[in-house]
C-alpha cells in the first residue's frame, strides 16, 4: 500500500470513528463519502471495504459492551439475523448497479440520514 | 412481545440489511431507533445495535469479497482507526453539547451529497489502483 494513501486510510477511520461515537450513526455513513472523495476508491470497493472496517469496529465494541453485560442477545438476534439476510440481498443487488447510480444512491441515502439528523 | 411488533422488527431488520449491504452502512441508523422503540434504553440500544451490525457486515463483506470489490488491507486499517476515534469521539461527546453539533453534522451530510451527485456528473471520475 503506497504511503499517501495508507496516511489518508488512517485519517478517514479516525474520523469516521469520531463521528460515530459523536452522533450514534455507524461509521459507514462517513466512511464511505470519504473513500469516495478522498481516497478515490471506486463505489462497489468504497462500500464493500466500509462494511470490513464497520466489522472490526463493531466487534470491538461489542467485546467492551458485553464484558459490562449491557447487550440484550434476544434483541441482537431479532435484528441481526433478517439483517444478515438482507445483507445478501442487498451485496448482490449492488453488482447490478453502475458506479454512477451507486453514487447517486448513496447521495439519496446521505440525504435522507442528514435531513432526520435536522429535523429529529 | 406481541407476534406483531415482532413481525415489524424482523422486517425493520431486513430492510437495515438491505441497506447495509447495498450501500456499506452498518444498519445501526435503523437499528438503534427500532430497539429504542421495542423498550431497551438508549445505552442498551446502541450495544446491542452493535452486535446486530456484526453479522450483517460479516456477511455483505463475505459477499462482496467474492465480487472482488473489498479492499481488506484498507478495511482492516480503517477499522483499527476508527477504534481509536471512538475513544476519542467518546470523550469529545461527554465535553460538547449535543443537539446544534446533531443539526451541523445533518447539513454536513446534505452537503457531501450535492458534492457526491456533482462528482458522477464528470464524465471520467479517476480512481486509485486496485491492489
Known amino acids: 500500500m503506497a504511503r499517501g494513501l495508507l496516511v489518508r486510510l488512517?485519517?478517514?477511520?479516525?474520523?469516521?470513528?469520531?463521528?460515530?461515537?459523536?452522533?450514534?450513526?455507524?461509521?459507514?455513513?462517513?466512511?464511505?463519502?470519504?473513500?469516495?472523495?478522498?481516497?478515490?476508491?471506486?463505489p462497489h470497493e468504497a462500500t464493500a471495504t466500509s462494511l470490513g472496517a464497520i466489522a472490526i469496529t463493531a466487534l470491538a465494541g461489542v467485546v467492551a459492551y458485553a464484558l459490562r453485560h449491557d447487550i440484550r442477545y434476544s434483541?441482537?438476534?431479532?435484528?441481526?439475523?433478517?439483517?444478515?439476510?438482507?445483507?445478501?440481498?442487498?451485496?448482490?443487488?449492488?453488482?447490478?448497479?453502475?458506479?454512477r447510480s451507486l453514487t447517486f444512491g448513496f447521495a439519496a441515502l446521505l440525504v435522507g440520514v442528514g435531513i432526520w439528523l435536522i429535523v429529529g | 412481545?406481541?407476534?406483531?411488533?415482532?413481525?415489524?422488527?424482523?422486517?425493520?431488520?431486513?430492510?437495515a440489511g438491505v441497506l447495509?449491504?447495498?450501500?456499506?452502512?452498518?444498519?445501526?441508523?435503523?437499528?438503534?431507533?427500532?430497539l429504542v422503540g421495542l423498550g431497551l434504553t438508549p445505552h442498551h440500544a446502541a450495544a446491542t445495535s452493535l452486535l446486530a451490525?456484526?453479522?450483517?457486515?460479516?456477511?455483505?463483506v463475505w459477499r462482496q469479497r467474492s465480487y472482488g470489490n473489498l479492499r481488506a488491507r484498507a478495511a482492516l486499517v480503517l477499522g483499527l482507526a476508527s477504534i481509536a476515534g471512538v475513544e476519542g469521539g467518546v470523550r469529545l461527546a461527554l465535553a460538547l453539547p449535543d443537539h446544534a453539533l446533531r443539526r451541523l453534522f445533518g447539513v454536513l451530510l446534505l452537503v457531501v451529497a450535492a458534492q457526491l451527485a456533482y462528482r458522477v456528473r464528470s464524465p471520467a471520475a479517476r480512481y486509485s489502483e486496485t491492489p
Do not use: E, W
Request: overall charge positive; charged content about 0%; aromatic content about 8%.
Open chain 2, 53 to 60: 451490525i456484526v453479522p450483517t457486515a460479516a456477511v455483505g
Open chain 2, 20 to 34: 447495509a449491504g447495498m450501500f456499506g452502512v452498518g444498519g445501526g441508523i435503523l437499528f438503534v431507533p427500532t
Open chain 2, 1 to 15: 412481545m406481541s407476534v406483531a411488533t415482532i413481525a415489524l422488527a424482523v422486517a425493520l431488520g431486513l430492510v
Open chain 1, 10 to 42: 488512517l485519517a478517514i477511520g479516525v474520523v469516521a470513528g469520531v463521528f460515530s461515537a459523536l452522533f450514534g450513526v455507524g461509521g459507514g455513513i462517513v466512511l464511505v463519502p470519504l473513500l469516495l472523495l478522498l481516497a478515490s476508491f471506486r
Open chain 1, 75 to 99: 434483541y441482537a438476534a431479532l435484528l441481526g439475523v433478517p439483517a444478515a439476510l438482507g445483507a445478501l440481498v442487498g451485496a448482490t443487488a449492488q453488482q447490478r448497479f453502475s458506479a
